[in-house]
């Protein structure tokens, strides 16, 4: 899959953000304990992207089928997410 600098950026700082949250050390530990719930502005914080940056990327990356919202505001990381942000964490 072809993600855009930006789209890598925000996909690291969703899956840190879920680590952070389950104690875990790489993205693929995701796949055991889907632990990557987010709200916008946690990916603000992380990356320092404006809101408006953050939203553009959460829809580019809910189109490409990488997260997914779950409650109103609230999204989180798809396994083809999570297996993505593996791929970016290895480089």
Not at 23 to 48: A, H, M, Q
Not at 76 to 82: P, S, V
Request: glycine share 8%; hydrophobic share 40%; net charge negative.
């Amino acid at each position: 899959m072809i993600l855009t600098n930006k789209e890598k950026i925000a996909l690291r700082a969703i899956a840190e953000n879920g680590l952070h949250g389950m104690g875990g050390d790489v993205p693929d530990d995701l796949l055991c304990d889907n632990f990557s719930w987010f709200y916008p502005e946690d990916i603000v914080k992380r990356t320092n992207f404006s809101k408006a940056q953050v939203a553009g990327l959460i829809r580019s990356l809910d189109e490409k089928g990488l997260i997914a919202p779950d409650k109103k505001n609230e999204w989180f990381l798809l396994e083809e997410g999570i297996i993505e942000a593996q791929k970016i964490w290895e480089k």
